[in-house]
């Protein structure tokens, strides 16, 4: 059976041939060119909503009907 001083020799020895260890290494993933473009769109969008676009417009519609009467009752 091989000996725990031997399979540690060995996963370092492949470690170091592979020159880019990921285990243990969280900050060099943080530090990435791509994970930092993904870090920078925290918001997100909202999704449409219909409630929100039809009481708006009603607001509209009746603030519009609003200054129209009164603009024509002061003219009449």
């Known amino acids: 059976m091989s000996d725990i001083t031997n399979l540690t020799n060995s996963i370092t020895h492949l470690r170091d041939r592979k020159?880019?260890?990921?285990?243990?290494?969280?900050?060099?993933?943080?530090?990435?060119?791509?994970?930092?473009?993904?870090?920078?769109?925290?918001?997100?969008?909202?999704?449409?909503?219909?409630?929100?676009?039809?009481?708006?417009s009603l607001l509209g519609a009746s603030i519009l009907s609003q200054i129209f009467l009164i603009v024509w009752l002061d003219i009449i």
């Open 19 to 56: 020159k880019k260890s990921t285990f243990g290494q969280t900050n060099s993933l943080k530090q990435s060119p791509a994970f930092r473009q993904r870090g920078l769109k925290r918001e997100r969008r909202f999704a449409t909503d219909y409630f929100m676009m039809v009481a708006y």
